[in-house]
């Protein structure tokens, strides 16, 4: 603490006369924090006196001793400090890390993304179908059957793309005539689940392409089965199943509130109780076991028991419906 002397008139006091207010001397003169200590600040303006020449002096020189201080400790601060090429190596290694670890990050984070969609659309539709058949205050037949066929059967005839189109039982006799399910009234049933159920937005009775239920980038099975097996001495049928011009021509599809779409096997009120939905919509990619998976009401002659699992086609890294319902 620098004492308070009787003023006298000196030079430091015609060079720094005394503030109107009683001045506060300043604490001792200690470490570097004195470079920002308002006594130095004001002392710099010339806004702040001392009683005689010693204080004056006095001041001016742990000023002068605290400068050359700071600058030493600078300089050594410089002399640790990074150069331009470390500077450089080391934000190459974090580039080269983050190439590394963004790309498995991206694929987790996508992966999640799309196990919540499929939980979401599975259950949106699941809940739907057992809620139309309850509407309807009778039992849904528009199954396949949830258990065993009543008969084992054989192939008697192959189109041109060696795919069977007619069959018999294994002895011969012909198929009963509820072999695949009870399907009596898959109309009723699809009326109560499509206009009185789900949210529809937009329904698709064919063209589903050109009527905008579906984009260009959806491909049919037969496109999904032609690049992986390119060598194919048949080919793939377009009109058979999923088939391109099945689903862009023929095949009914919705479009629900929430985006997402549902395109069924076959035409809307036709007995094929299969839906292929898009999980998250018109959005990418657009692709089969990624966003595209399939599903069959099963049952039997109490109706509707069950949404299972069914799968047309699955594109490069994709994964089975059965697969997703797993996880």
Not at 1 to 12: G, N, P
Not at 119 to 143: E, T
Not at 272 to 295: A, E, M, V
Request: aromatic share 10%; proline share 4%.
């Amino acid at each position: 603490m620098v004492k308070e002397a009787k003023m006298i008139t000196t030079r430091a006091f015609s060079i720094a006369p005394p503030p109107k207010k009683k001045l506060k001397h300043c604490k001792g003169l200690k470490g570097l924090s004195i470079l920002i200590n308002k006594c130095i600040i004001l002392y710099k303006r010339n806004t702040m006196s001392y009683n005689d020449e010693v204080n004056h002096h006095l001041i001016l020189r742990g000023y002068m001793e605290l400068k050359k201080l700071y600058m030493k400790k600078l300089k050594n601060v410089r002399k640790h400090a990074f150069t331009l090429a470390e500077v450089l190596v080391t934000l190459g290694i974090i580039g080269v890390v983050a190439a590394l670890t963004m790309p498995t990050l991206m694929a987790n984070h996508q992966k999640a993304v799309q196990k919540a969609q499929f939980k979401k659309a599975y259950s949106l539709f699941s809940n739907a179908v057992f809620q139309a058949q309850a509407q309807m205050g009778y039992p849904a037949y528009c199954s396949y059957w949830d258990g065993a066929r009543a008969c084992s059967t054989k192939c008697t005839k192959y189109n041109s793309y060696n795919e069977c189109i007619s069959w018999t039982c294994a002895d011969g006799s012909p198929l009963p005539a509820r072999y695949n399910g009870p399907r009596e009234n898959c109309d009723k049933f699809e009326e109560e689940l499509f206009t009185k159920t789900l949210k529809t937005v937009k329904f698709c009775q064919n063209k589903a392409l050109e009527n905008g239920c579906i984009t260009s980038a959806y491909k049919g099975v037969d496109q999904v089965k032609s690049e992986q097996n390119p060598d194919s001495e048949t080919g793939f049928n377009p009109d058979s199943g999923y088939g391109s011009n099945n689903i862009k021509n023929k095949y009914s599809a919705w479009i629900l509130d929430n985006g997402m779409v549902i395109i069924k096997y076959g035409t809307y009120k036709s007995n094929f109780p299969i839906y292929t939905i898009d999980i998250n919509g018109h959005k990418k990619p657009n692709k089969w076991g990624h966003d595209l998976f399939t599903f069959q009401l099963q049952g039997n002659n109490d109706g509707i028991s069950k949404v299972a699992p069914s799968t047309y086609a699955i594109e490069k890294g994709g994964k089975s419906t059965e697969a997703m319902m797993k996880e």
